[in-house]
């Protein structure tokens, strides 16, 4: 767990413990964030103190997809527009936020990258590695997570709705099937007594399994 209120109280452009940030691209002293970097949501304190700058948007290159309802990532390949926010970032600020984003794994989960904005400027953001991305991922094709999140309450209301509705079904669907009586299965007459035994009539031929 990291104590994000003490760290951000420090003011100190390093954290000691976390290594130097990735300079293997061109510098840049601005961020792109999307998720929950933003404003109003959890993780703001993190880049708030660097500055905010303005609200903007991404060219069409991405694809943003949901994961596990917590958090949004985007990945390239895709045609929609980000929404977030852009902020100052200092040094300290990105090797916090490499680290929490796991940049430096063998197999990372994120990349920074520096990325075009719709206006022309570019910032660093955090580009989900493909590698670890859910194969059947829940694409947010508004490119807004916020937005989005409204209804987050909604959807969860309505994925438990269609969850017990199939339990229901399948608790029948076994039930008829320990009655004893006749049966149909598959267009095929067939007969369970008290013991589980299961005969099945077929043309006039009757066969005890």
């Not at 990291?2 to 840049?28: H, M, R």
Request: with cysteine; proline share 4%.
């Amino acid at each position: 767990m990291y104590d994000l209120y003490s760290w951000v109280e420090n003011d100190e452009d390093t954290k000691p413990g976390i290594g130097k940030v990735n300079t293997t691209q061109e510098a840049c002293d601005k961020l792109f964030v999307f998720g929950d970097l933003r404003r109003k949501q959890p993780l703001n304190v993190i880049v708030e103190r660097d500055g905010f700058i303005s609200q903007a948007t991404t060219l069409p290159q991405f694809k943003m997809i949901n994961i596990n309802d917590e958090y949004p990532a985007i990945i390239f390949g895709g045609n929609t527009s980000i929404v977030g926010e852009v902020y100052f970032c200092k040094e300290r600020t990105l090797v916090f936020l490499d680290s929490i984003m796991e940049c430096n794994n063998t197999l990372p989960l994120h990349e920074r990258k520096i990325i075009e904005l719709s206006d022309g400027s570019k910032a660093y953001t955090y580009v989900r590695n493909r590698l670890r991305t859910p194969y059947r991922e829940e694409e947010i094709v508004s490119g807004d997570w916020i937005e989005w999140s409204k209804n987050k309450r909604v959807r969860k209301r309505d994925k438990k709705a269609k969850f017990l509705a199939l339990m229901a079904e399948g608790k029948r669907n076994a039930s008829i099937q320990r009655e004893p009586g006749p049966h149909t299965h598959q267009n095929i007459p067939h007969y369970v007594d008290k013991n589980g035994v299961v005969t099945v009539h077929i043309s006039n031929v009757s066969l005890e399994a």
